[in-house]
């Protein structure tokens, strides 16, 4: 038997850090735009991670139109705020469900993993791009996965 000697943390580390790497990745986009704007470094006065995400949405429109990386910075975003969802509520978490049935061009399945959000009014698959209600794909994979 085991006796635990150390209280756990009173937070989630797993939140902690998060929040750490968030605002690390927004600072990082913001001192880059700063840099191409040929701005000075941006200086935070109380919160750096809510200032450096005003400031990033504040100008977007020019990012989105003249940032060569805006994609990253997309991916980039959509990864945290994938994270933070997951931290924050688990049960939106995505399940995996199984792979994509999509015939490709050599009538092979596609194979894909798809992912079902709960909630989600449509499962995409990341690779050929089918679109699928939850419902219909639910049967279809259970009607097709080997027994």
């Not at 450096?52 to 975003?77: G, K, T, Y």
């Not at 699928?132 to 639910?138: M, N, R, S, T």
């Amino acid at each position: 038997m085991t006796v635990r000697t150390e209280s756990p943390a009173p937070i989630n580390l797993h939140v902690l850090d998060h929040i750490t790497k968030t605002t690390a990745t927004l600072d990082s986009w913001l001192v880059d735009w700063h840099d191409h704007l040929g701005w000075a470094p941006p200086s935070y006065r109380t919160d750096p991670m809510a200032e450096a995400a005003s400031a990033l949405r504040a100008n977007l429109p020019w990012a989105a139109e003249h940032h060569p990386a805006i994609a990253d910075f997309m991916n980039e975003v959509t990864d945290l705020h994938r994270t933070a969802t997951g931290l924050l509520d688990p049960a939106a978490r995505p399940r995996r469900i199984g792979t994509c049935p999509t015939a490709l061009d050599d009538s092979e399945p596609c194979g894909a993993p798809l992912r079902y959000v709960p909630g989600s009014a449509a499962i995409t698959c990341g690779w050929c791009g089918a679109v699928w209600d939850p419902l219909d794909l639910a049967a279809l994979v259970q009607a097709t996965s080997p027994e």
